[in-house]
Structures are given as C-alpha cells and as structure tokens.
C-alpha cells in the first residue's frame, strides 16, 4: 500500500507542462553530458554489471542511481557498501527515490531536451509513452523524475521506445518500422509528423526491425545502429547465411541513399555482431543479440559490451578506437544482459548538459587537395552568450597546438590555417565558451582530434586558381580592387589581419574600386576571396 501513496504522490507535484515552448532542441548521446541514469535492479544477476558501469563512468560524468523508494528498501547505505566492494567510488553518485517495474531505461525513460519556456532556453524531459506492453510504473517515470528534479515536462502522444530511435541532433531521425504497428490508428505521416514536431528533425526515416536476430520482441534500434557523430554511423554485420542478413544490408543501402546535414553521405562502419560461446549465431527473435552497437557514450568515455569470445571483442575495440580516436574505451561484460534480451546501452540513459552549447562542424579528415591556406567553417548553438571560440591545430611534428581566435560572423564562423605545404598533415580541434559553460569538438580532444593532409600533387591547379584574381596596387593606401581576367562577378571578402584577427567580411564583385582606406592602417594583411569556382588567399600591404 505504501509503494503506490507514495507513488501517487510523486504525481500529484505540481506538473510543469511544455505549453510556452517555441524552440526545440534535442541532444546526441554524443554530445556534452550532466550525468548517466542507472535503475538499480535489485538482482544478483545485474546488480554487478550496474555497478561495473557506474564504477568506469563516475570520472567522465555525475552518476544518478533510481532506487526503490519503498520503506524496506529506503536506505541506500546497502547499495553504498555494494558498490564499494566493486571498488565503485560512489561520491559523485546521487540516489534518486523512483518507481520502475524494469531496469530497461533507454526504452521508457526521458527523453531531455532544451525548449524556450519563458526567455530563456531551458531542459525539459518528454515522456516517450510506453504503455503497449503494460508497465505502468515504467510508463511513470518521466512524470517522477521530472517532479523530482523540477524540470519542464512534456507527453508524447505517440508510443514508441526510446531505444528504437537514433537521432544525428540535426536532419535524420531513424526510426525501426515496430513503432507503425505500435500507433495503429495513425497513419504513417500522422507518426511522421508527430515525429518531426517532438524532435524538431528534418527527416524521419523508417528502418525494419531485424526479427530473426535475437533480441526478443522489442529489438530496437540500438541493437544494430549507432550514432557516434554528426557524420558516422556504426552499423552491425552479420554472415550472409542468416536469415536477417538481407534485412541488415537493405538497413545498409537506405542509410546509404539519403546525406546527412552538410549535404555528404554518412559515413558507415560496419561493426560485426558476434557469435554465442559455440559459434552460433540468433536465427530467432528469442535469441540472444551480441551487438557491439549496444554502447554507452558518455562525454569523451565509450563503454562497450564484450561477449567472452575473443576474436570479435578485440576486432569491437580495435573498430571503436579507429572511429573514435582520443576516447577513452572500457569493456564491460554483457553477455548475460543479452540473454535477456537488454544491453550496456538499453540500462542506461544520458542527461546533457544543463545549458546547451554545441559545435556544428562539418569535419576536415584525409586527403584534401592541395592548398596553402584552410578555412574552417562553423557554428555554434548555445542557450547563452557565445563568449568566444578557439582553433587548435598543429602541423606535421609540432609539439604543441597553436591557438587562434575564431570569427564569429555570420552567417558562418570561422578561422584560417595559413603556410601549407604540399604533404602537409594538420590536427586541429575546437572549443566553445559561453557564460556558463564549455565544450570543445571533438568531445575526446586534444587527445583526439581531426586530422588532413595536404595533396602532394595537385598544388599547380591551385596555383592557376589564385592567379585568376590580383589586388592592385598591392601594396597600397587602403584603396584597391580585386582583379579578375572575367568579366565582373560575384565575390565574398574577408580581411584579417596580422593577429588573425577578422577585420571586415563582405560581397563584392570583381574589378569594382573597394575603400577601406579609414578602416585599414598601415600594416599587412590577408585577403581571403571566395567565388562559385573555389577559395583563395592573397597578401595586402597598406602603406599609408
């Protein structure tokens, strides 16, 4: 009788709904984090994997612990001493008093957002609505937590499983197909725009839930895809004598077919999924699924399952560590996890960071044709003022990173690399600084970074390229144009000076007298001239 008062009660708190709200928006796993949630089990069977997974990530995030409330099981102190023999140091560890009939978080726990409420931008929880398969006190825990944290709060009015859904933060929400069958009396455009509205994504699209795979019933999403970044998807494989093999490389082609927000395919890494202890692989949905995609990323921590068979858990690491350089990379055992049909990932949620800040940066990685000057583009997301933001980059074997401001103009931020040479390699990252918070992309830098290098052997047609413009005179008083061999056309101008510093940013056009005579002193400087045909940089000498 005292389970449900009490229960009654958290739901009674004064319920803040999402009825101001004029802007959403909803985080990647991968982004910046406050904190993971864990449901503690109760079972001798998880109780040590849950520990295990609050012990590797009390260092990268806060821990927040949902404990049954109930008067037998009120005091923590037996979980406390629990998690100290799994040499579990719990004093970053919260308890939360909550009701769940299952541990199976990423299926029914919140979804947390940023929406405008009032003036400000703030984190709300929306309730994914799970009440197909009768779990009432796990359909309730939004609502609770959302009481207990006093946090903005919203319904769904659709059902579906948080763990049948990826999201790239962006354009693309991937959906598995179950949840059609999950909203019978809507039609597909009825879910898709519900969808899109919840999500404030672009694209919604359907993918098949593998059925003879393992699993079980409410296989979802995460047992065979992953977003790890903006731009990649991890994708399981499996041989080609499985009964899903056809449905897993179908999975392939559509993600495929469609590109992500910069306009480029994503790019998939196929991950293989790996065999029981015997070799044998799930040719039925009540099997056990081994996924390497059923991962926690957790800020710059990646935690991922291990199943006991050799081969494929080093080929799993070995595979995360390619993609994910400078993350740190923990394994767990997970093997009796998937026997009942539940992973890393389907135990745990993620709670983003209290003020959003983000980074959207189309990555520079591999082979870049030759140019002795990079420009890198991009934005920044934030709840607050953008104090400023930084490039670090470092050329073939420097020690040390070199720092320079990046320009926030519009419509696209900015810094530039200047002095390449052919061959070059470059690593670079960024951080973002607004007044309450700060992050840097990637997640794991400067461990980890983004890395190019320069074409050995196509700097001649970029040589051609900068010598279809010239600045005259050069040097000169501040009053020059822009030459070009065509006819008059189109041009964006950036100035910056010796300090790296954006002097102007404008549209011209080529061959027409530009005065900047009482802007520019004396001194030297780089103009940088984008057309529809490419980029290119030039030295300017004001003598005045």
């Not at 494989?237 to 495929?256: A, V």
């Not at 470092?394 to 070199?402: G, I, L, P, R």
């Amino acid at each position: 009788m005292l389970r449900y008062t009490l229960l009654t009660a958290l739901l009674i708190i004064t319920q803040i709904t999402l009825v101001a709200q004029l802007a959403i928006t909803i985080p990647c796993e991968f982004e910046t984090s406050e904190k993971l949630l864990l449901t503690w089990p109760y079972n001798s069977t998880f109780d040590t994997t849950t520990a295990k997974i609050a012990g590797v990530a009390n260092e990268y995030a806060d821990i927040d612990i949902i404990y049954n409330p109930d008067s037998t099981m009120f005091d923590t102190t037996q979980i406390r001493s629990f998690l100290q023999i799994m040499s579990c140091d719990s004093s970053n560890i919260s308890f939360v008093p909550a009701y769940t009939n299952t541990n199976l978080l990423r299926q029914y726990s919140p979804i947390t957002g940023y929406g405008v409420f009032t003036d400000t931008l703030e984190r709300y929880l929306g309730n994914p609505g799970f009440d197909n398969y009768s779990r009432p006190v796990d359909d309730s825990l939004t609502q609770q937590l959302a009481n207990y944290w006093s946090y903005n709060y919203t319904d769904y009015s659709i059902n579906f499983e948080y763990s049948n859904i990826q999201y790239d933060g962006l354009r693309y929400l991937f959906v598995g197909d179950r949840i059609l069958s999950e909203n019978d009396t809507l039609s597909e455009n009825d879910i898709r725009f519900a969808l899109n509205s919840y999500f404030n994504s672009g694209e919604v699209l359907f993918l098949p839930n593998p059925e003879q795979s393992g699993g079980g019933s409410l296989n979802g999403l995460e047992n065979y895809m992953k977003l790890i970044d903006f731009e990649t998807i991890l994708l399981s494989s499996i041989p080609d004598s499985l009964p899903d093999y056809t449905t897993i490389e179908g999975i392939y082609d559509e993600l495929s077919s469609v590109v992500n927000y910069y306009g480029r395919p994503f790019n998939i890494v196929r991950i293989p999924s790996a065999p029981q202890s015997n070799g044998r692989f799930a040719i039925e949905e009540s099997g056990a699924n081994l996924s390497y995609t059923n991962s926690i990323i957790i800020n710059d921590l990646v935690i991922i399952p291990s199943y006991g068979v050799p081969y494929f858990d080093s080929l799993a690491l070995e595979i995360y560590g390619e993609t994910m350089p400078g993350y740190k990379i923990e394994m767990i055992d997970a093997s009796l996890l998937a026997q009942y049909h539940s992973g890393l990932h389907t135990i745990t949620n993620i709670i983003p960071q209290r003020s959003l800040l983000r980074i959207l940066h189309e990555k520079i990685t591999g082979l870049q044709p030759y140019s002795h000057f990079v420009k890198i583009n991009c934005l920044c997301e934030a709840g607050n003022q953008v104090d400023n933001m930084w490039l670090y980059y470092k050329v073939n074997d420097d020690t040390a990173f070199t720092k320079k401001e990046i320009h926030l103009v519009c419509p696209m931020h900015f810094a530039v690399i200047e002095k390449l040479n052919p061959g070059d390699t470059v690593s670079y990252y960024i951080e973002a600084n607004s007044t309450q918070t700060q992050i840097f992309y990637p997640l794991s830098a400067p461990e980890g970074n983004f890395t190019f290098w320069m074409d050995v052997v196509s700097d001649e047609s970029e040589t051609i390229f900068g010598q279809k413009y010239s600045i005259v005179p050069n040097p000169g008083n501040g009053i020059f144009t822009i030459k070009s061999s065509n006819l008059s056309h189109k041009i964006e101008v950036s100035i910056i000076n010796s300090n790296g510093q954006l002097v102007k940013s404008f549209a011209g056009r080529t061959n027409e007298l530009i005065n900047l005579q009482a802007l520019l002193s004396a001194g030297y400087y780089t103009i940088i001239v984008k057309s529809d045909e490419g980029m290119t940089s030039h030295k300017l000498i004001i003598n005045n």
